[in-house]
């Protein structure tokens, strides 16, 4: 079957006991007209039929089935329907116990459809794929004239490899607008992807109104220009840039997550990445290095110098901020960035020196590592656990590995509960693994999808390596080097989607479609060594999910390569973008 990502286990509809009960499959039909067909017919007398726990799928089912069907899929409360008519909906204990929550099976044949989740989430996942089975029309938001509607006997066991799979959608350097956001998050269920996490703060720009600290939005959400391109280009787009979400935004944007079970991780970046919060609140810079009052939101890309200072009102601050982030996502994860943070600056800074020695830490690393340790504990005081970027080992006593594992140190002096987002490579999640840490896999070698898909001169705006659909197909979030006791440390994997050359929808789903189609396939499924996955057959398969692309208005990158308005013009200077030559290295 044509399904992304491909289920555990999928059958005929076997001739055997009809599913939960009933007459077997190939016998006579109680209704004539001889043996029944291998298909069961959905139509006006199709009704849903929900246990308790299952009203959130169901609703959903009404909604975009019956958009797409034109069919009402009522309620079954009528007396004397028909087996065959009812799409029944239940949580099952004991698909929980043998698949866990996320777990499902499906049974359709000739006595009607069941799908049974694990609990909520994973019922809700039978229903994506029941809505991968009735084709690329059921997609669609309004029905198109002369279909009819049906779907295969078969049954499907399925449940994925990873509780975290991802993306990471960055808002930060070009805003996307909340409908955007909302369209991403069915675009991940659609494609059994659980994690959104959501790039809300940078140098260029601040996207989450903070009520206490207004300035955030009203200063640092806007810059004067941007950089056109790659950060080498001479030309800029004079147009002002920004926008932000508004509390309300963001409760809408949790909650139409929520009802499709993807949790929204946000990141608040600390303490580097910061110019913006700067700009809008120059004390919390290092004002005894500069005069932080003239700094504006940054309008170039690339790392800026003008980070937070370690010194105390910039931890209360950061606290209200986070108190508010708190409120507004229940997330169990808060991601704080600690990437990137150049040091040059607590190094001239008379009052940075001072802490180093207050505190009795080694040098400006340490300092950062002291940073991100308080909010560290601020989190878990509060239920919470920080996620960071791979850097945060670094201030915290515990070198990477190289990539043959063997230099990764056994201890860590990251907070207890601290995760790591391992995106310098593997070398990161090797290490905090090893120390005891939880890691998401999100190597930029491998699933940065900002990163070109083809080489030749077609690509818009090309950044780092060719990386193929197929390419993406052979990543393995899984470093070989790590025992099962490690290994069980990885909580999963996402692919990153960075904006700064990526400026709207458009090119957005440029860059990350159909890539993603096989990203979600290696977060869901466990599969073969990368050497041996057969990559021809999930090919053959794509052609059936482009189609349900194409019913949802994504704008991918045909496997032919880019339409001709996919194709940025290349003025001089900017067309050939940072391209990477050659393999990228496994590190």
Request: net charge negative.
């Amino acid at each position: 079957m044509d399904l992304i990502p491909a289920p555990r286990a999928v059958r005929a509809y076997d001739g055997g006991p009809a599913p939960y009960g009933g007459p077997a499959h190939g016998g006579p039909n109680p209704h004539g007209g001889g043996p029944r067909p291998e298909v069961l017919a959905l139509g006006p007398a199709t009704r849903l039929a929900g246990g308790a726990g299952t009203e959130d799928t169901e609703r959903w089912l009404r909604a975009e089935l019956g958009a797409a069907t034109g069919l009402a899929l009522p309620p079954a409360c009528a007396a004397g329907l028909r087996e065959e008519d009812v799409v029944r909906l239940a949580l099952d204990p004991d698909v929980r116990a043998e698949l866990g929550e996320e777990g499902h099976r499906i049974a359709i044949g000739p006595t009607g459809v069941r799908l049974e989740g694990g609990g909520p989430a994973g019922l809700f996942l039978a229903a994506q794929t029941l809505r991968q089975l009735l084709g690329p029309d059921a997609y669609r938001r309004a029905p198109l004239p002369g279909r009819s509607w049906s779907l295969p006997h078969c049954r499907i066991e399925d449940a994925p490899r990873f509780r975290w799979r991802g993306l990471m959608l960055d808002v930060a350097r070009h805003f996307m607008p909340k409908d955007g956001v909302l369209r991403y998050l069915d675009l991940l269920a659609a494609h059994k992807l659980n994690v959104l996490h959501l790039h809300l703060t940078d140098d260029q720009g601040w996207r989450v109104e903070i009520a206490r600290h207004p300035r955030l939005t009203e200063v640092g959400a806007w810059r004067e220009r941007t950089r056109y391109g790659h950060r080498a280009s001479p030309l800029w787009d004079e147009r002002p840039h920004g926008g932000y979400y508004t509390r309300d935004d963001l409760r809408e944007i949790v909650a139409y997550a929520a009802q499709r079970h993807i949790t929204v991780v946000p990141e608040i970046d600390i303490p580097g990445h910061s110019q913006a919060a700067v700009a809008a609140y120059p004390e919390l810079g290092n004002t005894d290095v500069l005069d932080t009052s003239a700094l504006g939101v940054r309008t170039d890309w690339g790392v800026s110098p003008n980070v937070l200072a370690p010194a105390d009102h910039v931890l209360r601050f950061y606290e209200g901020v986070l108190e508010e982030v708190l409120e507004l996502f229940p997330s169990p994860f808060v991601h704080l960035g600690g990437d990137e943070c150049p040091k040059e600056q607590w190094k001239a800074s008379p009052s940075a020196q001072a802490r180093i020695r207050e505190l009795g830490l080694a040098d400006e690393d340490a300092l950062q590592g002291w940073f991100l340790r308080h909010f560290a504990d601020w989190l878990a005081e509060r239920g919470r656990r920080l996620i960071g970027w791979d850097e945060i080992l670094e201030g915290a006593g515990t070198a990477a590995a190289g990539p043959d594992g063997a230099s990764g140190t056994a201890h860590s002096g990251l907070a207890e509960g601290t995760a790591v987002a391992s995106w310098r490579g593997y070398a990161g999640g090797i290490a905090a693994a090893r120390a005891g840490h939880d890691v998401v896999m999100c190597p930029e070698q491998q699933v940065y999808l900002d990163h070109r898909q083809a080489a030749g001169d077609d690509e818009p705006m090309p950044i780092g390596w060719v990386r193929t659909l197929e390419d993406v197909y052979r990543f393995e979030p899984v470093p070989p080097q790590l025992t099962p006791a490690e290994a069980a440390r990885v909580l999963g994997t996402q692919a990153n989607i960075w904006t700064e050359v990526a400026e709207d929808r458009g090119r957005v789903d440029y860059q990350v479609f159909p890539r993603l189609a096989a990203f979600a396939e290696v977060a869901w499924s466990a599969l073969p060594p990368p050497a041996e996955r057969d990559f021809a057959g999930f090919a053959s398969r794509m052609t059936a999910h482009y189609a349900r692309l194409d019913a949802l208005g994504v704008g991918y990158r045909p496997p032919g390569g880019p339409r001709p308005w996919q194709r940025r013009p290349a003025p001089e200077g900017v067309g050939l973008g940072r391209p990477i030559e050659g393999a990228p290295p496994i590190v």
